[in-house]
């Protein structure tokens, strides 16, 4: 019998997965073990092993597509099995040939509408994020006398406050929406027209073209709604134009007949007067143009990326933690001198090299040994002090940031840990870390020292009650003894969720680091 292969849930944080590549097609044979595809999770790329013996019959998602955890993306049975109940029972297809069916909604008889004299205000997309817009305040109430050009509403975008002015002449007939309301963009905000117009049918919206067929079908406008931009050479009364632009205009002694708009819907505004030169004869013009054609400096230009199932995964886990878990930083500098000459002795001996970011781990782990607190997790209604330690130590990688974990480091050396964190980072670039290896973690610590970053802050790494941020080593002058000498400066930021940790905790932490960090002999005991 036919078997469906679903995504499976690849980490504790996954909700979907990307087939990043097919390693079989449809007719091959596979065999338990084999793998199928790679998959991208939200923290690596892994492989994706079949677990049935058998012929892959179809595959469900395509390359470069997500599908969410338990989705089906493969079937594997016997050759020429009928795997269409399996198909339709996934929400699919089947996978045959079906004449396209029209798709009809019974509607109330229509309605012609063509002579009703009156005009649909809709409310315009004002930004290019804007979804929808509430209705500030109404500066025209029902049976006013509205004029192209003149205020109606102040509706408030995602972006700010803007005026909506009315491009048709007549009587404000209809308020679609109270102020203090939100309407969608083309919502019906309101109507205009001649005071005995019939405008009630024109709120029977008609969707254009939302029968999905093959044919063609011939619509009617039933509203004289928004236009496409006016053509010059017609009348100044029927020209869309802004209040002020209008008084620019006259001030300036420009025919309005002459100017074209860019404004919504053709609509002419400030810039166009300020823009607006008047036509010379046609070979100035030509010789103006060879001169002026050369002076644009620049194109604007983008290019959109599709956002990868690790930025998503970061995206959500940051924004939940930031929003969600009180944040507070207490900074500390620490006198490296020591720990720069001990770290120097160390390497001559060591079989792997240690660097700073080591002794920092071991540091860290220590510390938390005396303050338990700084060690422990929110969990809602609990708090969990966890006994053991285990380090995350956050990683660059080409996608975004991962987070291995190095186990019970209070009771490893420093070459122990030395060797695991480069190992980790070897499996991080090349995408082969396992969940196994980046789950657990207890506290977690950032380092952009080697960027040349002096200090930063981090965000927790929920339920994580702190997570420290690492800055570079620095020389400055500093007093010793009552001299100024040169010194070695490092400056650490403890990030804490205010839940768990209080300021006098978080301050008790830091200084047992920065004890230890500037007399390193002290953490090998």
Not at 48 to 53: I, R
Not at 323 to 331: I, Q, S, V, W
Request: proline share 4%; charged share 25%.
């Amino acid at each position: 019998m036919a078997e469906v292969i679903k995504m499976p849930k690849m980490s504790d944080t996954m909700t979907d997965g990307v087939i990043a590549a097919w390693h079989k097609k449809v007719g091959d044979k596979v065999k338990s073990g084999d793998v199928l595809a790679e998959v991208e999770t939200d923290k690596a790329t892994m492989e994706l092993e079949s677990y049935e013996d058998g012929i892959l019959l179809h595959i469900g998602i395509g390359e470069k597509q997500s599908v969410p955890v338990n989705g089906m993306i493969a079937i594997i049975g016997k050759q020429g099995e009928d795997i269409s109940s399996l198909l339709l029972s996934k929400g699919e297809e089947k996978p045959v040939n079906i004449e396209p069916v029209k798709e009809v909604k019974e509607e109330a008889p229509a309605v012609d509408i063509s002579n009703i004299k009156a005009a649909v205000i809709r409310m315009p997309k004002m930004s290019d994020t804007m979804t929808d817009g509430t209705i500030v305040a109404w500066h025209k109430k029902i049976g006013d006398k509205v004029k192209s050009g003149q205020l109606l509403a102040e509706v408030e975008t995602d972006k700010a406050t803007m005026e909506l002015e009315s491009y048709e002449d007549g009587t404000l007939l209809y308020i679609g929406v109270e102020a203090g309301n939100a309407i969608k963009v083309n919502g019906i905000i309101a109507i205009v027209g001649e005071a005995n117009a019939d405008w009630k049918a024109l709120l029977v919206e008609t969707k254009p073209a939302t029968v999905e067929t093959k044919a063609n079908v011939e619509t009617t406008s039933s509203v004289t709604e928004i236009k496409t931009p006016e053509v010059v050479n017609q009348s100044d009364d029927r020209i869309k134009i802004s209040p002020l632009a209008r008084l620019l205009a006259k001030e300036k002694g420009i025919e309005l007949n002459k100017l074209s708009g860019s404004g919504e819907n053709g609509r002419i505004v400030k810039r166009d007067i300020e823009d607006f030169k008047p036509q010379a004869d046609k070979t100035e013009n030509k010789e103006k143009a060879s001169t002026t054609s050369v002076t644009q400096v620049g194109v604007e230009q983008f290019e959109e990326i599709p956002v990868s199932q690790m930025r998503k995964a970061i995206a959500k886990s940051l924004s939940n933690s930031l929003f969600t878990a009180p944040h507070f930083y207490l900074t500390m500098e620490i006198d490296m001198d020591k720990a720069i000459d001990a770290r120097t002795s160390m390497n001559e001996v060591a079989a792997v090299k240690i660097s700073f970011n080591d002794i920092v781990i071991k540091a860290v782990s220590a510390a938390l040994r005396k303050h338990p607190m700084v060690n422990a997790a929110w969990y809602g209604d609990k708090i969990r002090i966890n006994k053991h330690i285990h380090i995350g130590v956050a990683m660059a990688v080409e996608e975004g940031l991962l987070v291995p974990v190095v186990r019970f480091a209070d009771n490893k050396s420093l070459s122990q840990i030395s060797a695991e964190v480069k190992e980790y980072s070897v499996k991080a670039k090349a995408k082969k870390l396992q969940p196994a290896d980046w789950e657990g973690n207890t506290f977690t610590i950032s380092n952009l020292g080697m960027f040349g970053i002096d200090e930063f802050t981090s965000i927790l790494n929920s339920p994580e009650a702190c997570i420290l941020s690492v800055g570079g080593i620095k020389q400055v002058p500093v007093v010793k003894n009552g001299q100024i000498v040169p010194g070695n400066i490092m400056k650490v930021t403890l990030g804490c969720d205010h839940r768990v940790v209080d300021g006098s905790k978080g301050a008790a932490f830091l200084q047992t680091l920065k004890g230890l960090i500037e007399d390193p002999v002290r953490i090998l005991i």
